[in-house]
């Protein structure tokens, strides 16, 4: 099993910045690859940034220029860098992380989320 903890939302202006921080534990080098989704109200899960464990890395074209995804492997811990952040972004932001049975097959790990919300 895997555990994932987030850390690092809130609420803040348009235009400002927030990171968050998803912390994993337990069954770790299983993990594929580990990712943030994002869910507004009203709306369905979305992929907001990903990156493998050979680091390839993609975003959602939404926060492409304005998120940066990154890892520290020695902490265990993947970062959302978030800047630039409009009303819009406002969601529960969940950490994900992904362990491949095969290209088509997959079992996701979920932590418990983390508010963001960017008033105007």
């Known amino acids: 099993q895997v555990q994932l903890v987030e850390s690092g939302g809130g609420l803040v202006q348009a235009g400002g910045s927030l990171r968050l921080s998803c912390a994993a534990s337990g069954s770790i080098s299983s993990i594929n690859a580990m990712g943030w989704y994002r869910q507004a109200p009203g709306k369905q899960r979305e992929l907001v940034a990903a990156i493998t464990s050979g680091g390839s890395i993609n975003y959602a074209d939404s926060v492409k220029g304005r998120f940066t995804i990154s890892r520290d492997n020695a902490k265990n811990t993947v970062y959302l860098q978030m800047n630039s952040l409009k009303p819009e972004d406002t969601a529960i932001y969940y950490c994900?992380?992904?362990?491949?049975?095969?290209?088509?097959?997959?079992?996701?790990?979920w932590g418990q989320g983390t508010q963001v919300t960017v008033s105007s």
């Open positions: 994900n992380g992904k362990r491949f049975r095969s290209l088509a097959d997959w079992v996701n790990y």
